[in-house]
């Protein structure tokens, strides 16, 4: 039963791997997103599952990378290395800024972080000569074809969705998961047992920036096109904490469930009804929040404890 | 040997002062009683000495060093352990993770198999063993005292401060406490109780010290500090004190 994640999260793996050699362009599109999506939502599973901090910083962080990654690029920058450095200014960016708005908790900490994607979007708004402002930012398209393109992205969303699901089990069985859960538990406890809280925290939030900033560089390259809206998008911002509590927070499998089923909903219900979508994803916010807030994996593990 | 010395502690919360140039020593090993009326400060003291919050003035020597302005975790590393008055534990973990989180973060324990080890024994000791694997949500008061207890020994700790271990319990429950708070001193570990049941700290404590409106207003051996006319006004008011000072008991 302990080995179920692991497993599951391979077969997983393989299947979104193996869409290029069984299924059309479209399909690989799709599995694309899924990895991006798994590796966004397990990113703030570690802030906001763990820690228990309702972060809506997802967009800051992605918009971010996203910028970086392609100014870099478009400087002549080498394509992976530039979406590397992205990965390394979004985390550096997550730390200082991790220091100062987690003396915040609860609503407040909600409210500074979307201040955050807020700012941010600004910023790539107004400085215009850098950023190409409001009109957006071409980058560089891959030579090779869109085939090619497809399988390159594909692979390298799913290489970032490995990182950080090996992150993840790392930090679940290791001191500092432990330290993160105690600090979800109870902070001034978890003080009081010697956990340095202002740390552990800024250790959490820099996890949960360092592959949102790679996605983000990687997405500007794949869709060769950025803007301060689309980069800095609110609906990300929110999406992402709704992928995780759909599937179960701070467990290892539960950000793969949640963003699995969030996006095939996306695909197969709400591409349906266009003028309603975002009215869904309130009511499904809404039913979680009623009816299951431990996350769909909690079905099972209530069956267990029943059993 | 003294361990741990406080210097002309204060703390003000705008305009009120909750204590005001406090000033004590502990020695080694011993039990030392802290009481007061209602709103004495005796829990912002000891707050103040676990670094929950910052001081406005004094200094706190600990083992010789100074440690003022330290921070909670800082000074559960160090070994200023403490528990809280109103329960504080990590209520969807089990009570075996509660203990595992002292053991591991303020005791140092080496590994988590370790920290599983000493947690088990520490339970043990407090009587918990059986409720290893439960909730500790699910405990009862008297229980959750305990885990407080077991926790707070986990850490390992050379100066205990236990707020009120004992409020809520029945009289069982409090002998029961007691024996457990002796055996803890029988250990070497130096103990501050917060009590307002006088049995408790007269039976405990070899030294008692009294607060009122946050000073210090008397210190000293038990039967000395409960015959002080200034502690007797302290509880009782001026006109009960000038009567019982006018008969010598």
């Keep these: 039963m302990k080995r179920l994640p692991y497993v599951a999260f391979v077969l997983w793996f393989l299947l979104l791997a193996a869409v290029p050699f069984i299924a059309s362009n479209y399909f690989v599109k799709i599995a694309t997103f899924l990895a991006m999506y798994a590796a966004l939502a397990l990113s703030w599973n570690f802030i906001g599952g763990y820690t228990g901090y309702p972060s809506f910083a997802t967009a800051a962080f992605f918009g971010l990378g996203a910028y970086t990654g392609a100014l870099l690029q478009n400087a002549g920058m080498w394509v992976g290395l530039a979406w590397a450095c992205a990965a390394i200014v979004v985390t550096v960016f997550a730390a200082l800024i991790g220091f100062a708005i987690l003396r915040m908790r609860g609503h407040y900490f909600a409210i500074g972080s979307i201040a955050l994607v807020e700012a941010l979007m600004l910023v790539a708004s107004i400085a215009a000569d850098l950023t190409g402002g409001g009109?957006?930012?071409?980058?560089?398209?891959?030579?090779?074809?869109?085939?090619?393109?497809?399988?390159?992205?594909?692979?390298?969303?799913?290489?970032?969705?490995?990182?950080?699901?090996?992150?993840t089990v790392l930090v679940d069985r290791g001191r500092?998961?432990?330290?993160?859960?105690?600090?979800?538990?109870?902070?001034?406890?978890?003080?009081?047992?010697?956990?340095?809280?202002?740390?552990?925290?800024?250790?959490?939030?820099?996890?949960?920036?360092?592959?949102?900033?790679?996605?983000?560089?990687?997405?500007?390259?794949?869709?060769?096109?950025?803007?301060?809206?689309?980069?800095?998008?609110?609906?990300?911002?929110?999406?992402?904490?709704?992928?995780?509590?759909?599937?179960?927070?701070?467990?290892?499998?539960?950000?793969?469930?949640?963003?699995?089923?969030?996006?095939?909903?996306?695909?197969?219900?709400?591409?349906?009804?266009?003028?309603?979508?975002?009215?869904?994803?309130?009511?499904v916010i809404v039913l979680l929040i009623f009816f299951l807030p431990g996350g769909l994996l909690r079905i099972f593990t209530r069956r267990r404890v029943a059993a | 040997m003294t361990i741990l010395q406080i210097d002309g502690l204060s703390k003000s919360f705008g305009g009120v002062q909750a204590v005001r140039n406090v000033s004590f020593s502990l020695a080694e090993g011993e039990i030392v009683g802290l009481i007061g009326p209602n709103g004495a400060g005796k829990t912002t003291l000891i707050n103040l000495i676990t670094g929950v919050f910052p001081m406005s003035a004094g200094r706190i020597v600990f083992q010789g060093r100074d440690v003022t302005g330290q921070r909670p975790y800082q000074a559960a590393r160090r070994g200023l352990a403490?528990?809280?008055?109103?329960?504080?534990?990590?209520?969807?973990?089990?009570?075996?993770?509660?203990?595992?989180?002292?053991?591991?973060?303020?005791?140092?324990?080496?590994?988590?198999?370790?920290?599983?080890?000493?947690?088990?024994?520490?339970?043990?000791?407090?009587?918990?063993?059986?409720?290893?694997?439960?909730?500790?949500?699910?405990?009862?008061?008297?229980?959750?005292?305990?885990?407080?207890?077991?926790?707070?020994?986990a850490m390992k700790p050379k100066v205990l401060l236990l707020d009120e271990v004992n409020a809520g319990l029945n009289t069982a429950e409090i002998d029961q406490a007691l024996d457990t708070i002796r055996r803890i001193s029988a250990r070497g570990v130096t103990i501050v109780i917060v009590e307002h049941l006088m049995k408790v700290v007269l039976s405990l404590s070899q030294r008692i010290i009294v607060l009122h409106h946050g000073e210090l207003i008397s210190a000293g051996k038990s039967d000395e500090v409960v015959n002080d006319p200034r502690v007797i006004e302290a509880y009782l008011g001026s006109k009960f004190a000038a009567r019982h000072g006018a008969r010598p008991a």
Aim: charged share 15%; with cysteine; net charge neutral.
């Design chain 2, 82 to 153: 403490r528990t809280f008055q109103i329960v504080q534990p990590f209520a969807a973990m089990t009570v075996l993770e509660n203990v595992v989180a002292g053991a591991l973060f303020a005791g140092a324990a080496p590994s988590r198999t370790e920290a599983r080890r000493q947690a088990m024994e520490h339970l043990e000791f407090a009587g918990l063993a059986a409720q290893a694997e439960r909730p500790a949500a699910s405990l009862t008061l008297p229980s959750r005292k305990r885990l407080e207890l077991a926790k707070s020994l």
């Design chain 1, 176 to 283: 500092l998961g432990f330290g993160l859960r105690c600090i979800q538990q109870n902070e001034d406890a978890a003080d009081m047992v010697g956990i340095d809280t202002r740390r552990y925290k800024t250790a959490a939030f820099a996890l949960s920036a360092v592959f949102c900033g790679a996605i983000g560089a990687a997405y500007a390259s794949w869709v060769a096109y950025i803007s301060p809206t689309d980069s800095f998008s609110i609906l990300l911002t929110l999406k992402v904490p709704v992928m995780v509590l759909l599937g179960g927070p701070g467990t290892v499998l539960g950000p793969i469930v949640g963003s699995a089923a969030f996006v095939m909903m996306e695909e197969t219900i709400w591409a349906r009804y266009l003028d309603y979508h975002q009215a869904v994803l309130g009511l």
């Design chain 1, 135 to 167: 009109e957006g930012l071409n980058v560089k398209i891959m030579p090779g074809g869109p085939n090619y393109i497809g399988r390159v992205f594909l692979y390298t969303m799913l290489g970032i969705m490995l990182a950080a699901f090996i992150t």
